[in-house]
């Protein structure tokens, strides 16, 4: 019986949200964004970065960042997002993958995303140790429809392409 060979890549999706609460900025992308509030989170609330862990993590069945970084844990209260990251980074890495992409998708009407972008995708570039133009970061708003559109909220999907190292 011979082994079933796999393909030397994996693919994962990611989303988050998050109901914005009191504040003066939000994190976004592993950068401060000032903005009239904040998020309501366990730790930072970074909406990018906690779609991307997810889809990494999904991409080789791990789980979600829920398993790995529980909201009952204080261990993750007020952490900073790219900590997470770098973790779910060194748990590919260690089985042998590493990011080939990843396109990532801001919903909200507010704060305004573009300005931001270029520094968004050069923190997660440097994070997850990958070239600038492997990380893509965008922003749609949902036409003033649902919590988004009311400006509740702040929501990201993030899919991932997973190489072999």
């Not at 009407?109 to 070239?131: D, Q, S, T, Y």
Request: hydrophobic content about 45%; aromatic content about 4%; glycine content about 12%.
């Amino acid at each position: 019986m011979t082994t079933p060979q796999f393909p030397p890549f994996r693919i994962g999706q990611g989303y988050d949200v998050h109901a914005f609460g009191e504040g003066d900025h939000i994190m976004l992308g592993g950068i401060r964004v000032e903005h009239s509030c904040g998020v309501l989170a366990h730790s930072d609330g970074d909406v990018i970065l906690h779609a991307l862990c997810d889809a990494m993590l999904g991409a080789l069945a791990l789980g979600d960042i829920g398993v790995h970084f529980p909201p009952t844990d204080m261990r993750w209260k007020g952490a900073d997002s790219a900590h997470l990251l770098e973790h779910c980074n060194g748990l590919l890495r260690a089985r042998g993958w590493q990011v080939g992409n990843t396109d990532i998708t801001v919903i909200c009407e507010r704060p305004k995303v573009g300005p931001h972008a270029l520094a968004m995708r050069e923190r997660i570039a440097a994070v997850l140790g990958i070239a600038l133009d492997c990380v893509s970061v965008k922003a749609t708003t949902s036409e003033k429809l649902g919590f988004t559109g009311r400006s509740e909220g702040i929501a990201a999907q993030a899919s991932v392409l997973l190489v072999a190292l």
